[in-house]
């Protein structure tokens, strides 16, 4: 499975990503994480949540054993690119969307309770995923707005945070600090 792989149609019980450091393949898995708990990551923007704190121990102690050396190169501004990368899986959409929405949904949670329960949706029924509940929060939020006020939102949604070179840009730019590394490990991640 690579990381084309678009679960739109279907939630990956485990999404994949393969990084490549200094030419080692290093293949991330990481569980679908429980949708309440992800939502609040992204809501509170703690993207070290996604990555690398809930990919499973093995996995987890290899990133901060790597964080914690001095020596190491990775900076934290890698590990923010393979965190964006993850989140298009697990929230359907880039980070900085699913922000955009789990805030108002959290910062209104009275309101979209209200307006899930009028459409029949209980967002804490357990292993409900986090791309179902952000896009119920687009759903709410944008299911009355007129053509025009639609467009509008989601340009405001979806547009990259300013000074951001957008995520192709920088997810290139991250492979490319990436190849920088010399570290010899290998191996699935």
């Known amino acids: 499975?690579?990381?084309?792989?678009?679960?739109?149609?279907?939630?990956?019980?485990?999404?994949?990503?393969?990084?490549?450091?200094?030419?080692?393949?290093?293949?991330?898995?990481?569980?679908?994480?429980?949708?309440?708990?992800?939502?609040?990551?992204?809501?509170?923007d703690q993207w070290l949540a996604l990555f690398p704190d809930a990919l499973p121990e093995e996995q987890r102690a290899y990133w901060h054993e790597r964080m914690a050396d001095p020596a190491d190169p990775l900076t934290a501004g890698v590990l923010r690119v393979i965190a964006y990368k993850l989140a298009e899986q697990v929230y359907g959409m880039p980070w900085w969307a699913a922000h955009r929405l789990t805030v108002r949904a959290a910062a209104s949670w009275w309101q979209f309770e209200a307006w899930c329960a009028g459409h029949g949706f209980n967002p804490h029924v357990p292993g409900t995923p986090a791309v179902r509940l952000v896009g119920a929060c687009w759903a709410w939020?944008?299911?009355?707005?007129?053509?025009?006020?639609?467009?509008?939102?989601?340009?405001?949604?979806?547009?990259?945070?300013?000074?951001?070179?957008?995520?192709?840009?920088?997810?290139?730019?991250?492979?490319?600090?990436?190849?920088?590394?010399?570290?010899?490990?290998?191996?699935?991640?």
């Open 1 to 44: 499975m690579s990381d084309e792989t678009d679960a739109r149609f279907g939630v990956l019980p485990v999404i994949e990503h393969d990084v490549d450091l200094d030419g080692e393949a290093l293949t991330i898995r990481l569980p679908q994480p429980p949708g309440l708990q992800a939502c609040d990551w992204v809501a509170h």
């Open 141 to 189: 939020l944008a299911g009355g707005l007129e053509e025009d006020k639609l467009s509008a939102f989601h340009r405001e949604v979806f547009e990259p945070p300013k000074g951001d070179l957008g995520q192709e840009a920088r997810l290139e730019r991250g492979r490319a600090m990436l190849a920088r590394f010399t570290r010899g490990q290998t191996g699935i991640m």
